[in-house]
């Protein structure tokens, strides 16, 4: 382990392993398989990278996505790692020039996608070169029961048989104990260790919102207070994104949609922009944003509600891959419930299935409408036990409070009641607040006509929502002109007799202006000060200008949070340079002098 740690400070930069990095490395340099669930940015691919730089002979890297690919290798060549990538879009040129060094030893590492291993040709060659490690990346693409399902992750399982003397190690940031079993199963690694580190985030500050109508408004509003930042918005439906990006354009601020009915190359060139750019905020649908891997995006906002508390995790999780403070939005309402319970109950699957992911449904629901800490809620999900409060997601900053609101949901029901189920929301409250327009002289007659003086009409619908969420009143979607009904019988029944309660949250201030006042996490993630700022900014300008003359991504050279570390240590020497984390042999002596300079220029 002496020399793991030694490549891990010179090439990499970092002085000690993290988590269980150390014991994952190990499992493999003894040349056994292993099975390795850290969180996204947990530092997963000094995993495989430093063993198959350690091992004798080619480490076969399988990824999902080019663009996952692409960022890697880039990155491992600029730390001065031989890594390459063999993949469609690669020239025959190159290809050639990469099996000459994989024959010739030279190659530490290769990236491959499944189909592409999976070749005979493929398979046939490699099992004529030497192998120190085969990992397994995003290696729940191999389970059905998550979320990412891709068939040719499945052949995977052969490897065992083709290479067997060769350590797999599968590794993935989303695993419940089931998709963990897939995987052992699938990639048959029975008998192997399994390394599971703690779920925790502590740089994610989470918060959810109820959304009144579309959340466009409120989502322009939440992106334009984070200029020159870069970020993520999840939005259900291709006409969705296209909606929002061009809203957040007219905001003035640099969005682009991204979906997989653009045109290939269009959607490529749009997604290359977006890891590039320094600030830009991509609007993607939920479907279409596994390739958004992007170390410095500072904030998720999820338009439209994720799948499941696994795709939750996953699609924040894409926040602040750098360890530096970033954010996870969640809009939601009852009609997102009412559209996911309906698609699984169109679904043509079993039965047991369905149940499963009606439950997986309501779990995501019960987490977004609770009241308690958010990052605890999904850890103690995962399994994870002794869990505490993040202290910074909404929850924890200012709980909710809630009144009890019994007295009008008795009036809500019975008027629904009355009404027979034929109107929907906004004709509901015109009926309780007597304001229908030309009411007939039957509805006007109607005992519930006008009882519902004490709320106005948005504390009725948030009240609406509220007993659609608790199943006491049901929408049936009638194509569009959705109409309200009367829910779970005896529930209902319960809340007439008073005998079940009825609470609603109180309006609670923007959640933004609460983190603002109150950030009193333990492990809360380190807040940069006024004074470094300016040199953090000068950094970043210094780094997208020797990215834009390299043609790679800005964190490709160095992590935002490598870059706060440097503006706030003001290192005035290269000794004291290659002591912060992320500043390795190799990029020392490629930019050591230049940022040097900058900091330099901040002293004078
Ligand atoms: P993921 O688990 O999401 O694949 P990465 O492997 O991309 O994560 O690493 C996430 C970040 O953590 C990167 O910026 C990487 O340089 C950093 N990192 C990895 N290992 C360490 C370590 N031992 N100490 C400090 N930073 C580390
Ligand atoms: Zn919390």
Request: net charge neutral; hydrophobic share 40%; proline share 5%.
């Amino acid at each position: 382990m002496g020399e793991a740690r030694a490549i891990l400070r010179r090439t990499f930069g970092h002085a000690e392993f993290r988590g269980l990095q150390a014991d994952v490395i190990g499992e493999i340099l003894a040349g056994r398989s292993a099975l390795a669930v850290l969180p996204t940015g947990g530092g997963k691919s000094v995993c495989f990278q430093i063993p198959a730089m350690m091992r004798p002979g080619l480490g076969l890297v399988v990824s999902p996505l080019i663009a996952l690919m692409a960022d890697q290798v880039a990155g491992l060549q600029q730390s001065g790692v031989a890594a390459a990538r063999l993949d469609s879009n690669i020239d025959p040129a190159e290809k050639a020039e990469t099996w000459r060094k994989i024959d010739a030893g030279e190659l530490a590492l290769l990236y491959i996608s499944p189909e592409g291993l999976m070749q005979p040709w493929m398979l046939e060659r490699l099992s004529r070169t030497p192998l120190s490690v085969i990992a397994i990346d995003e290696a729940h693409c191999v389970s059905q029961w998550g979320h990412d399902f891709r068939p040719e992750y499945r052949m995977l399982g052969r490897l065992a048989d083709i290479f067997p003397g060769v350590p797999r190690l599968a590794v993935t940031a989303t695993a419940d104990s089931r998709t963990r079993e897939d995987i052992r199963t699938e990639l048959r690694l029975h008998d192997s260790r399994e390394f599971v580190a703690s779920f925790a985030r502590p740089e994610l500050i989470l918060s959810a919102e109820r959304r009144r109508g579309s959340a466009l408004k409120r989502v322009v509003e939440l992106v334009a207070a984070r200029p020159n930042r870069s970020g993520v918005v999840y939005a259900g439906s291709r006409d969705g994104t296209e909606k929002i990006a061009e809203a957040l354009r007219q905001a003035g601020v640099p969005a682009v949609a991204y979906h997989a009915g653009l045109e290939r190359n269009l959607r490529n060139r749009r997604l290359e922009e977006f890891l590039e750019a320094d600030a830009a905020v991509m609007v993607a649908t939920i479907a279409f944003g596994m390739g958004v891997d992007k170390p410095d995006v500072r904030f998720v906002i999820h338009a439209d509600p994720p799948a499941s508390i696994e795709a939750y995790w996953q699609e924040i999780g894409r926040a602040g891959r750098d360890g530096m403070p970033a954010e996870g939005i969640t809009f939601y309402g009852s009609s997102d419930l009412a559209w996911a319970m309906r698609r699984i109950g169109e679904r043509e699957v079993d039965e047991a299935v369905k149940q499963v992911q009606v439950r997986k449904v309501r779990q995501l629901y019960a987490l977004l409408e609770g009241a308690s800490c958010r990052p605890a809620g999904v850890r103690r999900y995962f399994g994870e036990t002794g869990v505490e409060p993040c202290g910074q997601c909404d929850n924890c900053v200012s709980p909710p409070d809630s009144k009890d609101a019994t007295k009008p949901a008795q009036m809500a029901l019975s008027a629904v009641h009355r009404l027979g189920g034929r109107f929907g929301r906004g004709r509901l409250i015109d009926h309780l607040l007597g304001k229908t327009k030309e009411v007939s002289d039957q509805e006007a007659a109607m005992s519930t006509y006008g009882v519902g003086q004490e709320l106005n009409a948005v504390e009725w619908r948030d009240l609406v929502e509220q007993l659609l969420f608790e199943g006491l009143l049901r929408e049936d979607p009638n194509d569009g002109r959705p109409l309200i009904g009367l829910g779970d019988a005896d529930g209902v029944r319960a809340v007439y007799r008073s005998e079940r309660q009825v609470l609603v949250r109180l309006e609670a201030p923007a959640p933004e202006a609460k983190q603002k006042r109150t950030r009193k996490g333990r492990e809360t993630a380190a807040e940069m000060s006024p004074t470094d700022q300016p040199l953090f900014e000068a950094l970043r300008s210094w780094r997208s200008r020797a990215a834009k003359a390299q043609a790679v991504p800005p964190y490709v050279i160095f992590h935002d949070r490598t870059l706060a570390e440097i503006a706030q240590a003001r290192p005035s020497s290269r000794a004291a340079l290659e002591r912060i984390s992320g500043v390795g042999e190799g990029k020392l002596a490629r930019y050591g002098e230049a940022v040097m300079e900058v900091v330099r220029s901040f002293a004078e």
